[in-house]
C-alpha cells in the first residue's frame, strides 16, 4: 500500500516508516521542514511538504493514498500553553482526511492515548467513549481530542476503515525525550529521585518498536471502528521507577508529599499522581499483537536514559 503518515520524522513515526517499509508498503510522510523532508529520505520514505494546517494538501495527500496513519499533533503549540489551539487543528486535519477517503473503505489510523481513561482500575478497549460527564470533566483541550478520535471511530459508518491505536504515556526507548526523561532530569537537579504519596499509582508503557508494530497492523488488518491500546506494561509502579532512576543515578529515592508535588515536579506532578493502568487483552486477541521488546523496568536499565546526564 501507498500510506501517507503524518508526524513520519517524530518519535513514533521515525519507528512507524521503517516498519512499513520492512512489510513491503510505501510511505509518504508530511514534512513542515527541510529537515524533516531528509529525514524521510534517508528513510527510504517519499516527502509530501506541508503542515497539519494545509487542508487541501492534506485532502490531496489522502486520496492519493492507500491508507493514512495519523500521528502529528502541535506539541510546539500545546506546551507554549495553547494546548486548545493545537487540538482544534489535530480536529481540522482529521475532519480532512476522512472526508478524503469517506466510502474509500480505505483504513484511517490515528494515535490517542490511554492516560486518565479509567483512574484507579485498568483500563480496556471499551473504557473511554462515553460523551458523559467524564468526557467533559478531562478540560476542553482534552475533551476535543477525545472527540476526535471518537469522530475517528464514526468514520466507520462512511466507508473508511478507521481505527484509533491508544498509546500509554510512555512509548520508551533509545532517545526517548519524553516523561521518562523528564523525570531523569527532575531527580538530577533536585538531588533526589522522587515519587508521588507512597508511589504505588501504575504507569502503563510500551517500547516504541512495538507500538510502531501495532501501527502496521492496525493499517493491514483492523476491522472498522476498531479502538486498539498499544500496552506492553499494564502499570508499573512510579515508585518502581523511581527506584531504578536512583539507582543509575545514585541518588536517594524519596516519597514528596501530594500538597509539594507541584514545586517538586512542576508540570509532571499531575500526570505522575494517576493511577492509569491500560489493557491490551481485546488487542492482542484481535489482531495477534504481541510485544516483543523490553519493558520499561529493563529499558530503563539499559542506561540510555542516563548517559546524557552523565556526559
Known amino acids: 500500500m501507498r500510506v501517507f503518515v503524518t508526524g513520519a520524522s517524530g518519535w513514533i513515526?521515525?519507528?512507524?516508516?521503517?516498519?512499513?517499509?520492512?512489510?513491503?508498503?510505501?510511505?509518504?510522510?508530511?514534512?513542515?521542514?527541510?529537515?524533516?523532508?531528509?529525514?524521510?529520505?534517508?528513510?527510504?520514505a517519499e516527502v509530501h511538504r506541508g503542515t497539519l494546517d494545509d487542508l487541501d494538501g492534506l485532502r490531496d495527500a489522502a486520496n492519493a493514498s492507500d491508507g493514512v496513519i495519523h500521528l502529528a499533533f502541535k506539541h510546539?503549540?500545546?506546551?507554549?500553553?495553547?494546548?486548545?489551539?493545537?487540538?482544534?487543528?489535530?480536529?481540522?486535519?482529521?475532519?480532512?482526511?476522512?472526508?478524503?477517503?469517506?466510502?474509500?473503505?480505505?483504513?484511517f489510523v490515528i494515535a490517542s492515548g490511554t492516560l486518565g481513561l479509567f483512574p484507579g482500575r485498568?483500563?480496556?478497549?471499551?473504557?473511554?467513549?462515553?460523551s458523559d460527564a467524564s468526557l467533559a470533566a478531562l478540560g476542553v483541550g482534552p475533551q476535543t481530542r477525545r472527540a476526535t478520535a471518537e469522530l475517528v471511530l464514526s468514520l466507520a459508518s462512511r466507508g473508511v476503515r478507521s481505527s484509533v491505536v491508544r498509546l500509554p504515556p510512555t512509548n520508551h526507548g533509545d532517545g526517548d525525550h519524553g516523561f521518562m526523561a523528564t523525570l531523569v532530569g527532575i531527580a538530577v537537579e533536585k538531588g533526589v529521585s522522587g515519587y508521588v504519596g507512597d508511589g504505588t499509582n501504575r504507569w502503563p508503557a510500551v517500547h516504541r518498536l512495538d507500538s510502531a508494530h501495532l501501527f502496521r497492523l492496525a493499517l493491514e488488518n483492523a476491522p472498522a471502528g476498531s479502538t486498539l491500546h498499544a500496552v506492553a506494561d499494564e502499570g508499573v509502579p512510579i515508585r518502581d521507577i523511581a527506584q531504578v532512576i536512583g539507582r543509575?543515578?545514585?541518588?536517594?529515592?524519596?516519597?514528596?508529599?501530594?500538597?509539594?508535588?507541584?514545586?517538586?515536579?512542576?508540570?509532571l506532578a499531575s500526570f505522575l499522581a494517576i493511577d492509569s493502568p491500560a489493557s491490551s487483552a481485546l488487542t492482542r486477541d484481535?489482531?495477534?499483537?504481541?510485544?516483543?521488546?523490553?519493558?520499561?523496568i529493563d529499558d530503563l536499565d539499559q542506561g540510555h536514559y542516563f548517559q546524557k546526564q552523565s556526559t
Do not use: K
Open 13 to 44: 513515526g521515525s519507528a512507524v516508516v521503517p516498519e512499513l517499509i520492512g512489510a513491503g508498503h510505501q510511505a509518504i510522510g508530511l514534512a513542515r521542514s527541510d529537515e524533516s523532508a531528509a529525514t524521510l529520505i534517508a528513510a527510504d
Open 76 to 107: 510546539d503549540l500545546a506546551f507554549t500553553g495553547d494546548f486548545q489551539g493545537a487540538a482544534d487543528a489535530d480536529r481540522r486535519a482529521v475532519e480532512a482526511i476522512g472526508d478524503a477517503l469517506a466510502g474509500s473503505d480505505r483504513p
Open 122 to 130: 485498568v483500563a480496556n478497549e471499551q473504557d473511554g467513549h462515553s
Open 248 to 267: 543509575h543515578l545514585d541518588l536517594p529515592v524519596v516519597s514528596i508529599p501530594a500538597e509539594d508535588a507541584g514545586e517538586h515536579f512542576t508540570w
Open 286 to 296: 484481535l489482531l495477534g499483537w504481541q510485544p516483543v521488546h523490553l519493558g520499561l
